[in-house]
């Protein structure tokens, strides 16, 4: 048997369903004749991908590969048929919240007077990778150490730490804060896409608790809120300015790595172009551990 397009797209829908009988409705087809799709996809691979013992219908873990495989087959093969696209390649650039900070103005007006051909498309996507393992985006600007199989990464910078504050904190009236100063403090965390955790003090002088966010929305609004104090890095007061927060310079964590990231093989022809032009917006950087 060889494998069709529908396998992939049943595959994909009763993952993101978590329910064969969701996706079917999803696929407009019957619950039986999907389950055939799953099995013959799963004979043909020689693996298990869905574990369907469990109440809820899980992913096993070869199934969770195959799954970030998947949607880039299925991406792919959408993109090359798109009418929309035939008279240029959009080139999309991921990122989880910052982007390259204050550089990003730069990079995308150098890119438009470089490349006028190649539409860049700059896409925030609330994701560990910015989209990237999903086949959503080209490359990604990713903080933090970079584990995603299938992933190659270049360092472009480094950058410091700053201390997120509602506006009306008493640690607001500072100019300059140490990361002891949060101890007494709770903490938002990003537990998606974030950089920040207690894990970053010392064990006996950590922030007294934590606050789990999903996105940058969420965790803008609860420091806004008074609900909690955050820890970012200089990139974020350019991109995510709030009327109800401040930020100040934080000493004593260590500054957070900044990686173009892209997936390992083929790629959009343009990567190589927008990847130099990254490194010259922000040769001014450091690009070793200060």
């Known amino acids: 048997m060889s494998v069709e397009l529908r396998h992939l797209h049943a595959f994909l829908a009763i993952a993101e369903e978590g329910s064969i009988t969701r996706a079917a409705a999803r696929l407009h087809t019957g619950q039986p004749a999907l389950?055939?799709?799953?099995?013959?996809?799963?004979?043909?691979l020689g693996l298990r991908l869905v574990d369907r013992s469990t109440h809820h219908l899980e992913l096993t873990p070869a199934g969770r590969v195959f799954h970030d495989r998947a949607a880039l087959a299925v991406d792919a093969v959408r993109t090359a048929l798109d009418p929309a696209g035939l008279?240029?390649?959009?080139?999309?650039?991921?990122?989880p919240w910052a982007a390259l900070g204050a550089d990003t103005v730069p990079l995308l007006r150098r890119w438009d007077e470089l490349h006028p051909a190649v539409p860049l498309e700059l896409r925030r996507i609330d994701d560990s990778t910015a989209g990237l393992t999903r086949g959503l985006v080209d490359a990604a600007l990713l903080r933090g150490e970079v584990g995603a199989p299938g992933v190659e990464t270049e360092?472009?910078?480094?950058?410091?730490?700053?201390?997120?504050?509602?506006?009306?904190?008493?640690?607001?009236?500072?100019?300059?804060?140490?990361?002891?100063e949060l101890a007494e403090c709770?903490?938002?965390?990003?537990?998606?896409?974030?950089t920040s955790s207690?894990?970053?003090?010392?064990?006996?002088?950590?922030?007294?608790?934590?606050?789990?966010v999903a996105?940058?929305?969420?965790?803008?609004?609860?420091?806004?809120?008074?609900?909690?104090?955050?820890?970012?890095?200089?990139?974020?007061?350019s991109?995510?300015?709030?009327?109800?927060?401040?930020?100040?310079?934080?000493?004593?964590?260590?500054?957070?790595?900044?990686?173009?990231?892209?997936?390992?093989?083929?790629?959009?022809p343009a990567l190589p172009a927008l990847l130099s032009l990254a490194r010259e917006v922000t040769a001014h950087h450091a690009r070793t551990t200060p």
Do not use: C, K, M
Not at 198 to 207: I, K, M, N, T, V
């Open 198 to 212: 207690p894990a970053l003090w010392p064990p006996q002088a950590r922030p007294r608790g934590t606050l789990e």
């Open 35 to 44: 389950s055939r799709t799953l099995a013959q996809l799963e004979a043909h």
């Open 239 to 268: 991109i995510h300015s709030h009327p109800a927060i401040v930020y100040r310079p934080l000493t004593g964590l260590p500054p957070v790595p900044v990686y173009f990231a892209r997936r390992r093989g083929p790629g959009h």
């Open 186 to 194: 709770r903490l938002a965390v990003n537990t998606v896409s974030g």
């Open 87 to 95: 008279g240029s390649w959009p080139l999309r650039l991921g990122h």
């Open 155 to 180: 360092l472009l910078l480094y950058e410091d730490r700053v201390a997120v504050l509602p506006a009306d904190s008493p640690l607001a009236a500072r100019e300059v804060l140490a990361a002891a």
């Open 215 to 237: 996105n940058t929305d969420e965790w803008l609004t609860a420091i806004a809120a008074g609900r909690a104090v955050g820890v970012s890095t200089v990139a974020t007061p």
